[in-house]
């Protein structure tokens, strides 16, 4: 029988510990509430400093149905601005990336600086003033090297954050790498089944046997503790400062976005996320060794760094539509390693390609479950928490929606 609760009661009465009742995935009431007052609220990786070295330097960020243009001016300073036209609104710039000295609407030719500022117009009339006429700005901001977008005009602020996460940024380099290589996965599935399932491990054995062979996070957690130590014992002599936090989603401070830090051990005899546990870059930042360990960011609810001594693996997740999502992955490395003689790319990408397209499918097959008239919400188990205080704050999202006040 279909469920036809007011979305006030269905929110109401989502069961604490369990998995989402259906509508949360297939209404389209509730998927707009979700970008509105969700997605386009919270802040979103959208890449590295690096990538915008050069004046004229731009890419574009698509997020569900907006997209940005993020573009370093002529004046060396980094902005991001509306991908759409003052004139009648066609999308600006088609390429996804690339270098300009202007952005020529390719409608009716209107011209656009790298500062945003229309510059050059057709047979407008007498009256017509150009520069009230600019390209929206979209709040950008930049956390120790990486680039955030906002879609929002008082985003919240990632003050705590680059406080927080200062020291341990500053002991990987964040400032100071550069993208090797990105790529983007598209997954045909509503897109907090994307997020629901990177928040959790309790999969990681059974789905993802390369993963699984060497980091210790899908163990209970008196067996994790004792791995731990092994690793704490050479943080000093690896340069590795103690440190752990999570201010995530609903704990972090008020006005503040969420973001947390946390180092993990992996097995023994594996340095780095590799075919063969070896390095495949050089040391990051302030390291001096390898400790056998990796490191966890999360700045947002949509943005996930996986740090290992060597390079940095980063998740980002965003709606497309909703029943369709997508996931962009960077491999970041020391911004002075060369291809070729400090990495390879293929070596350097191996891991987390094959455990996204595995995680590609888990998720698409999730998606078609949760369709089925036979779907119902199950309990979550305690490798699984992390997700369920995840789908907890979107749920305290929604019911701050002013409707459901």
Known sequence: ???????????ACQKPGWSLEQRFYTDPEIYRLEIDHIVMRNWILAGHQSELAEPGDFKVVNVANESAILVKGQDGVIRAFANVCRHRGSVVCLEESGNTRKFTCPYHAWVFDTEGNLIGTRAMPDDFRREDFGLHAVSLDIVHGLMFICFCDDPLSLEAAKRD?????????????KVAATKVYPIPANWKLAVENYQECYHCAP?????????????????????????????DACGITDVEFDFSNTAAPEGQQGYSY?????????????????????????????????????????????????HVVAYVFTPVDQQNCQC????????????????????LTWLWDVTTYADEKIIVDNWRGVRSRY??????????????????WILHELRRVPQFQ
């Open 1 to 11: 029988m279909q469920d036809t609760r007011p979305i006030r009661e269905l929110i």
């Open 165 to 177: 996460l200062s020291k341990p940024m500053a002991m990987f380099g964040f400032e100071n790498m």
């Open 207 to 235: 789905a993802h046997p390369e993963y699984a062979k060497m980091h210790t996070l899908m163990l209970d957690d008196k067996k994790l503790d004792r791995v731990q130590e092994h690793m704490k014992s050479r943080w």
């Open 262 to 310: 946390s180092r993990t051990a992996m097995f023994e005899g594996y340095k780095s996320g590799s075919r063969d546990g070896e390095p495949v870059a050089p040391l990051l930042g302030e390291l001096m060794d390898y400790d056998g360990g990796a490191s966890d960011f999360g700045i947002g609810p949509f943005s996930f760094m996986l740090a290992y001594s060597d």
């Open 328 to 347: 962009q992955v960077y491999w970041l490395v020391r911004g002075d390693a060369e291809e070729g003689k400090d990495y390879d790319r293929e070596a």
């Open 375 to 392: 779907y119902r919400p199950g309990p979550f188990s305690r490798m699984e928490e992390p997700a369920a205080t995840w789908l907890e």
